[in-house]
């Protein structure tokens, strides 16, 4: 077996473990945030989440998603965050943080601007919608034959999530999850058009 064979399998294997590692630090570090939340008597979930249309409320775009009601509320987010940000780090670091920025600033840009008056926003459910959004997406813009089947078979086992970006269930930001998945939708259109346009049409994910 020549070098070129068998350097791909060594490429995925490392790249996975890297997404694993990246993504329990991810999800740790939420954990971490909600217990000095709890500690402090939840007083960074009221000041650091989005309030819309209020010039106090702007720095939540940034904290928000880090931010969660109760453990109910984060553990709820935990396994999609792990599922999707884990498939989403398979493609590296650097687009995990590039695609991550766009989900959390449009996300939190359109909940600001849309939500409801009065209320606060917070939880990680924006990029919980965003990565699933960009997973679904990508192959249609970069033509990858695996990326386009990965989406597909995200569609089958959660596609139902999708039903939450819509308005109707009390206590939950359906604005968080439309413009998180808004945010993903524009994500995949650019990185997926400049990987077809760079000829990265094959390969898996």
């Given at each position: 077996m020549s070098w070129q064979q068998a350097s791909a399998p060594v490429r995925r294997r490392s790249a996975a473990g890297t997404a694993l590692r990246v993504s329990l630090l991810f999800i740790g570090g939420l954990y971490a945030v909600e217990l000095l939340d709890q500690a402090l008597g939840s007083r960074l979930e009221r000041a650091g989440g989005v309030e819309p249309l209020e010039n106090d409320g702007l720095d939540g775009?940034?904290?928000?998603p880090?931010?969660?009601g109760t453990w109910e509320?984060?553990?709820a987010n935990t396994v999609p965050?792990?599922?999707?940000?884990?498939?989403?780090?398979?493609?590296?670091?650097?687009?995990?943080?590039?695609?991550t920025a766009a989900v959390w600033l449009v996300g939190g840009a359109g909940v600001w601007l849309t939500g409801?008056?009065?209320t606060i926003h917070i939880g990680a459910s924006i990029?919980?919608?965003?990565?699933l959004t960009y997973l679904l997406l990508r192959g249609l813009f970069s033509w990858n034959a695996g990326q386009l089947a990965l989406g597909v078979i995200l569609l089958l086992v959660y596609g139902g999530l999708l039903w939450g970006v819509l308005p109707g269930q009390?206590?939950?930001s359906w604005q968080?999850?439309?413009?998180g998945a808004v945010g993903g939708g524009l994500a995949a259109w650019w990185f997926g058009r400049a990987d077809r346009l760079r000829g990265e049409t094959r390969g898996w994910p």
């Open positions: 775009i940034l904290f928000a880090a931010l969660h509320h984060l553990l965050l792990f599922v999707f940000g884990f498939l989403v780090l398979l493609a590296g670091v650097r687009r995990w943080l590039a695609v409801g008056a009065g990029l919980v919608f965003g990565w009390p206590g939950v968080g999850h439309l413009f």
